[in-house]
């Protein structure tokens, strides 16, 4: 609960969305082609336009059903890159000039006029020095759980188990963190790891393997 | 012998993306598609193109090439989508001795039926000149977007070790995670309305 | 500093195909690429008119050649070389088909075109009274042809021809516009000592008997009249009965496909042409060797192909056109060249392609070569071959 104030804080934050989901799509497609063309993404236009893409809730024909039963909520998910849970790297992504590469998933739902961004996830790998193995933002959906609730808007720093407190971005803004943002200082060269840095990943090697 | 060999298929964001490249110069296309999607296709194609900055996108729906011309004459858009299913051999050949009133720094896209693409070619060799390699037929993304639905909740349900049943049940009472992955996942089922506060 | 920021000048690559796909332009106005990017074919039509001209400014000039071959590009070219070679000629370029539907050309309707592009030249608040009159004849043309004005916009008079159209009448039609034109004419004679003009867009007209008839009343009354001609005209022109027309000129001229498969002087002239459009780190001498050989000699299509072949490497991420890119365009400009044929003419394709012989004896056979599925070069002897971009496709059938 020490955690409710500061999440109130930054998810309480107002969006700048366009209203429509297939316009927050059309948003984010455009932002990955300008990338395309400058040479921030190594990605070329088509891949750009196969990875970014629009899925809504099932065909029409299982809708109508859900229709029918006041089930269908107007949702999408915004997908930008194939599901990756295991980070294998044969797996469509998209791929930064330096060799960081990320994908990301968006669930968004029409209300109202507005569209509400229900929960994200972004994840940014990177190659070995530089810095972390990845950092992933993530806004969990709404849910009744007070500790849950604390920390619905977080970042994980090179860990799948510990997470930070993180601000409520929009997904061109998380966009722009990965593309532009996330990267080491051009006049800083990669630095070796420290000695503890060392250590502790020897360390930790040495409990996963017992 | 067989018959021709088909023209390059390509949805509608793949040649909106394609003329997006072209947009600015004179520019010519064709885009085949089958009797009866006429209509469906262009809207998608008219979103698709009116999605890139600055593009302003107009559809005409002539009933004959003077028609065309007229509407032409009055219209100002950086691309312009124009509904030819209706044009047979004696529009085609019109177009082709009026091909000049036809210039302009834009993208002009006539969207036509396989026959009446057909037709264009062999009535019409100005005009199919300017078209140059820009003639593809259309393809429907729904296969695409079938397939990659399918995927995605093939990768949820290994990465969680859960079916879908398993993930509907946990949400209804309550016990579902809130991690996006979820969230996603009941989208693609369809049961987003499981992402709002269960009655207790 | 981020390395994105430490690196402003990142070279955007969309801005350099559309720097690249502006000077190509296949579709575009060949007057704004003439300054830029025109390149003179050795012993090019264009050279021969203009000096045949400057000789004899009132002689008649039939120009024939297949679709896409640069046909208007040449007139304009003729255009710039009079100028230079007599200041004392005015010549004028007009497109006939623009503003009017060339499948209702009358008598007099050539004529009264001309009159008009006169008269835009021509400053004074003299001739006023001559456009009025040049006006209300061409607007007695064209109000039969509703479609092209709106009855609110001009004084509008409905004609309704007869049924017969006796000799006089198609004199008449003829006199009415020449005697504004005449008057015209005596007033550009104040700074000029002759007219010509350079008639565009009738290469698209398919009615020969019409195409006659132009030639016989409205070219036969400029030329009587002291004004030089050269008349676009349709490719049947040159062949069967219909070549009894060319010998209505003084002069014929073909602007021919290049035989790039047999000329190395034509491989040459449109590497040039597509280097002066293309550099060099967009494309590399053997993407420029493939895309001319593709074109089969093609002007337009020359264009074309380095345009697809262009977005094929914009959409590919690479930075040059290399073999895919190239292979690519012409996969897909030949599968667009295929659409709409019978089976009847993929066999005649088929023999030209397998064997060079091609002999246009009917209606169809014509039309293969006006679609330009049949090339025909006229080097040193007359050779036929199928366009390069549908020579693989043609053989995938026929396996």
Not at chain 1, 32 to 40: R, V
Not at chain 1, 171 to 196: C, H, K, M, N, W
Not at chain 3, 84 to 106: F, G, N, P, T, W
Not at chain 3, 376 to 387: G, I, L
Request: net charge negative; charged share 25%.
């Amino acid at each position: 609960m020490k955690l409710a104030r500061l999440q109130a804080y930054t998810t309480a934050r107002q969006l700048d969305l366009p209203p429509r989901a297939k316009q927050l799509h059309h948003l984010l497609r455009n932002e990955l082609l300008e990338a395309s063309n400058t040479g921030a993404i190594a990605d070329t236009p088509p891949e750009v336009f196969r990875r970014v893409v629009l899925l809504s809730e099932p065909p029409p024909t299982v809708l109508e059903e859900l229709r029918a039963r006041s089930l269908h909520r107007h949702a999408y998910c915004i997908i930008g890159g194939e599901k990756n849970q295991d980070r294998d790297h044969r797996i469509p992504h998209f791929r930064r000039s330096d060799g960081a590469w990320f994908d990301f998933s968006i669930v968004v739902r029409e209300h109202a006029g507005a569209l509400e961004l229900l929960a994200y996830d972004f994840e940014l790998r990177f190659p070995p020095g530089m810095g972390v193995p990845f950092l992933r933002y993530d806004l969990n959906f709404p849910h009744h759980d007070n500790a849950e609730r604390d920390l619905r808007c977080h970042l994980h720093s090179g860990s799948d188990d510990m997470l930070v407190p993180a601000p409520l971005m929009t997904p061109s803004e998380l966009l722009a963190v990965f593309i532009e943002g996330a990267q080491p200082a051009a006049d800083r060269g990669r630095r070796t790891p420290t000695a503890y840095e060392a250590r502790w990943y020897a360390q930790t090697h040495a409990l996963a393997r017992r | 012998m067989s018959m021709a060999p088909t023209l390059t298929g390509m949805t509608a964001p793949q040649l909106a993306l394609r003329l997006f490249a072209e947009a600015g110069e004179a520019t010519y296309a064709a885009y085949v598609i089958p009797a009866g999607h006429a209509a469906d296709a262009i809207e998608e194609l008219r979103d698709e193109l009116g999605s890139f900055p600055g593009i302003a996108v107009a559809v005409l729906r002539p009933a004959s090439c003077a028609e065309l011309l007229r509407e032409l004459a009055g219209t100002t858009a950086d691309a312009i989508l124009i509904d030819a299913a209706r044009f047979a051999r004696p529009e085609w050949l019109q177009l082709d001795r009026r091909r000049s009133a036809l210039a302009r720094a834009a993208v002009l896209v006539f969207a036509t039926t396989p026959d009446g693409f057909g037709e264009l070619m062999q009535a019409a060799p100005n005009f199919a000149s300017w078209i140059g390699a820009l003639a593809f037929a259309y393809e429907d993304p729904a296969r695409q977007q079938s397939e990659l639905r399918a995927r995605r909740l093939e990768a949820l349900r290994a990465w969680a070790g859960k079916s879908d049943d398993d993930v509907v049940r946990e949400a209804r009472e309550g016990r579902l995670p809130a991690d996006p992955e979820y969230a996603e996942w009941l989208v693609l089922l369809g049961r987003a309305d499981l992402m709002d506060p269960q009655p207790t | 500093m981020t390395a994105t920021a430490a690196n402003p000048a990142r070279k955007d690559r969309l801005e350099r195909y559309r720097t690249v796909r502006a000077r190509l332009d296949p579709a575009g106005d060949p007057a704004a690429a003439m300054a830029s990017s025109y390149i003179a074919l050795p012993h090019a039509v264009s050279q021969r008119i203009a000096a045949e001209l400057a000789l004899s400014p009132a002689s008649s000039h039939l120009l024939i050649g297949g679709v896409g071959s640069g046909k208007t590009t040449e007139l304009l070219a003729v255009q710039g070389q009079l100028a230079e070679l007599d200041d004392q000629i005015l010549v004028l370029y007009l497109d006939v088909s623009k503003h009017h539907d060339i499948a209702r050309m009358v008598p007099g309707a050539i004529a009264v075109q001309v009159g008009l592009a006169l008269a835009y030249q021509l400053p004074g608040d003299d001739i006023r009274v001559i456009v009025d009159e040049l006006e209300r004849v061409a607007h007695g043309y064209w109000s039969d042809y509703g479609a092209e004005h709106e009855p609110e916009d001009v004084d509008y008079r409905v004609h309704t021809p007869g049924i017969l159209i006796s000799p006089e009448q198609v004199e008449d039609s003829v006199l009415r516009a020449l005697i504004p034109l005449r008057q015209l004419l005596a007033v550009a004679g104040r700074s000029h000592a002759h007219l010509v003009v350079l008639l565009d867009g009738l290469d698209r007209m398919s009615d020969m008997a019409a195409f006659d008839q132009l030639v016989s009343h409205d070219i036969k009354a400029l030329v009587d009249t002291g004004i030089g001609v050269v008349l676009v005209g349709p490719l049947r022109a040159q062949y069967g009965l219909d070549r009894t027309i060319v010998q209505r000129f003084d002069s014929f001229h073909h602007q021919p496909w290049i035989d790039v498969d047999q000329s190395p002087g034509g491989q040459a002239f449109l590497r040039k042409v597509l280097r002066r459009r293309v550099p060099e780190d967009m494309a590399g001498d053997d993407g420029i060797a493939a895309l001319v050989h593709a074109s089969g000699g093609v002007l337009r299509d020359l264009l074309a192909l380095a345009q697809a072949a262009c977005v094929e490497a914009y959409l590919g991420g690479v930075e040059q056109i290399g073999e895919r890119e190239v292979a690519v365009a012409i996969d897909t400009f030949g599968r667009k060249h295929l659409q709409g044929l019978r089976p009847a003419e993929l066999e005649v394709l088929q023999r030209v392609r397998t064997k060079g012989s091609f002999v246009h004896t009917s209606e169809d056979d014509l039309a293969l070569l006006m679609t330009r599925r049949v090339l025909e070069y006229r080097n040193h002897h007359v050779r036929h071959a199928v366009h390069p971009t549908i020579r693989d496709l043609l053989a995938s059938l026929d396996r």
